[in-house]
């Protein structure tokens, strides 16, 4: 199993941008993929973004396409999620995770994945 240790969250005005990362306590696998999800007060946790550790596939919810990008550096065995034109409606905890294996219609799904990042509160207000 892997730990995955997050940081970079914070506050940031509407507009503004944040740049959470996630680093992994070894290095993730060939066929390994990466996520991120985030979960409101009150609200289920939602998918956010997905990729191949190696590879360009990616996946992202509708809320994020065009303003979030999912990277990672391999060699640092950490992972970000890029994340631009922030409203409050993306205030949440932030969560990275790792899984097995790239299964292109299942990527939002929480199941697919197998190690969680401790969770990083993310606030956009004015």
């Known amino acids: 199993q892997v730990q995955l240790a997050e940081s970079g969250g914070g506050w940031v005005r509407p507009g503004g941008t944040l740049r959470p990362s996630c680093a992994a306590s070894r290095r993730i696998s060939m066929n390994g993929v990466m996520g991120w999800f985030r979960q409101a007060p009150g609200k289920e946790r939602e998918f956010v973004a997905a990729?191949?550790?190696?590879?360009?596939?990616?996946s992202y919810a509708d809320s994020a396409k065009g303003r979030f990008t999912i990277s990672r550096d391999i060699a640092k065995n950490t992972l970000f999620l890029q994340m631009n034109s922030l409203t409050p409606e993306d205030t949440a905890v932030y969560y990275c995770?790792?899984?097995?294996?790239?299964?292109?219609?299942?990527?939002?799904?929480?199941?697919?994945?197998?190690?969680w990042g401790q969770g990083i509160q993310v606030t956009v207000s004015s």
């Open positions: 995770a790792v899984g097995p294996r790239w299964v292109a219609s299942h990527m939002f799904l929480g199941r697919q994945y197998d190690d």
């Open positions: 990729g191949r550790w190696h590879g360009a596939s990616t």
